[in-house]
């Protein structure tokens, strides 16, 4: 039997699901591994971030050819998926490669905690001291739960039997076969898949870990300066921030459908206009903040200039 969401010609209601528990649970996985795996064949690299083994590399170009054969494979010569093909499948490579690197910069970040030079801590101290909210949080326990917050577009496949499959695979990063339905698909199916994508993979999973990964950096660089380490984690910065502007730009159609959703209900237009305000200026802020690694002298913007602190 053929779900109602799911084209005939494209794939049936089982082989979709076993697709999304296949690929919730790799991801799910793959990203356990890239946590861990960076403290297997770590290199310290003095006081600031370690640099991990070359393996991790080969493990993540393997996911991303898998995920481009996985879409390559359901799609084939089926005419559902031929105008797709140009603008989505990058995309979704993209999103793989935006999801592994987001892991292991979390990993590299607990690594270098086995390195006896590591003055990450100490630095993150000062500047959590002068920030606006003065936290006092460690910063390890930061990255990993920025690394936590991106669980949740992985679990909901694998644990909730979805009415729409299209929803789930586009929480997975699989957006040539998520935009498929798009000229079929109601105002309620519109209004599950901007929520899901806006709160989970743009805020949860790309703007708090950029944040989180420029800070890092910043630090990693007034301490030791320009490392390769350093580079990877530049890597994984620059791939989430054109992540971030994709998922922007994707759901800037979908946007008024869901503003127009809410009818006479005003309130829930200033719940929803003031939420997508605070996410611009997360987006902006983290631009203002790239830029200070390179502006700066210290490599860090705090919320009143250039971060100052004692190397």
Same mark, same amino acid.
């Given at each position: 039997?053929?779900?109602?969401?799911?084209?005939?010609?494209?794939?049936?209601?089982?082989?979709?699901?076993?697709?999304?528990?296949?690929?919730?649970?790799?991801?799910?996985?793959?990203?356990?591994?890239?946590?861990?795996?960076?403290?297997?064949?770590?290199?310290?690299?003095?006081?600031?971030?370690?640099?991990?083994?070359?393996?991790?590399?080969?493990?993540?170009?393997?996911?991303?050819?898998?995920?481009?054969?996985?879409?390559?494979?359901?799609?084939?010569?089926?005419?559902?998926?031929?105008?797709?093909?140009?603008?989505?499948?990058?995309?979704?490579?993209?999103?793989?490669?935006?999801?592994?690197?987001?892991?292991?910069?979390?990993?590299?970040?607990?690594?270098?905690?086995?390195?006896?030079?590591?003055?990450?801590?100490?630095?993150?101290?000062?500047?959590?001291?002068?920030? $606006? %909210?003065?936290?006092?949080? *460690?910063?390890?326990? =930061?990255? #990993?739960?920025?690394?936590?917050? &991106?669980?949740?577009?992985? !679990?909901?496949?694998?644990?909730?039997?979805?009415?729409?499959?299209?929803?789930?695979?586009?929480?997975?990063?699989?957006?040539?076969?998520?935009?498929?339905?798009?000229?079929?698909?109601?105002?309620?199916?519109?209004?599950?898949?901007?929520?899901?994508?806006?709160?989970?993979?743009?805020?949860?999973?790309?703007?708090?870990?950029?944040?989180?990964?420029?800070?890092?950096?910043?630090?990693?660089? $007034? %301490?030791?300066?320009?490392? *390769?380490?350093?580079? =990877?984690? #530049?890597?994984?910065?620059?791939? &989430?921030?054109?992540?971030? !502007?994709?998922?922007?730009?994707?759901?800037?159609?979908?946007?008024?459908?869901?503003?127009?959703?809410?009818?006479?209900?005003?309130?829930?237009?200033?719940?929803?206009?003031?939420?997508?305000?605070?996410?611009?200026?997360?987006?902006?802020?983290?631009?203002?903040?790239?830029?200070?690694?390179?502006?700066?002298?210290?490599?860090?913007?705090?919320?009143?200039?250039?971060?100052?602190?004692?190397?």
């Amino acid at each position: 039997r053929v779900s109602p969401e799911m084209p005939d010609e494209l794939m049936q209601k089982d082989d979709a699901s076993r697709l999304l528990r296949v690929w919730s649970a790799g991801l799910i996985l793959k990203q356990v591994v890239l946590l861990i795996g960076p403290a297997i064949g770590v290199s310290c690299a003095g006081a600031g971030l370690a640099q991990a083994p070359l393996w991790v590399w080969f493990h993540i170009a393997g996911w991303c050819f898998f995920a481009f054969g996985t879409e390559l494979l359901v799609c084939g010569d089926r005419p559902a998926c031929q105008s797709n093909f140009s603008y989505t499948m990058p995309s979704t490579v993209l999103n793989i490669f935006d999801v592994c690197t987001d892991a292991l910069a979390a990993g590299v970040m607990l690594a270098s905690y086995k390195c006896e030079d590591c003055r990450l801590e100490a630095a993150w101290k000062q500047v959590a001291a002068k920030s $606006a %909210l003065r936290v006092n949080i *460690p910063l390890w326990s =930061i990255a #990993l739960f920025a690394w936590l917050a &991106t669980l949740p577009q992985f !679990l909901i496949p694998l644990f909730t039997d979805s009415h729409n499959s299209f929803v789930d695979l586009d929480l997975l990063g699989f957006e040539t076969i998520a935009s498929l339905p798009e000229k079929t698909s109601d105002a309620n199916s519109t209004q599950e898949r901007f929520m899901f994508k806006f709160f989970l993979r743009l805020l949860a999973e790309n703007a708090f870990q950029i944040h989180v990964q420029i800070t890092i950096a910043g630090l990693s660089i $007034a %301490l030791t300066g320009w490392t *390769p380490a350093v580079d =990877i984690m #530049l890597i994984s910065i620059y791939t &989430t921030f054109v992540v971030l !502007l994709f998922k922007f730009c994707q759901l800037w159609p979908d946007f008024w459908l869901v503003f127009e959703s809410f009818k006479s209900d005003m309130p829930a237009k200033v719940v929803f206009l003031n939420v997508l305000l605070a996410a611009f200026v997360v987006v902006a802020y983290a631009l203002a903040k790239i830029l200070a690694l390179f502006v700066c002298p210290q490599h860090l913007l705090n919320y009143n200039g250039c971060a100052e602190f004692d190397v």
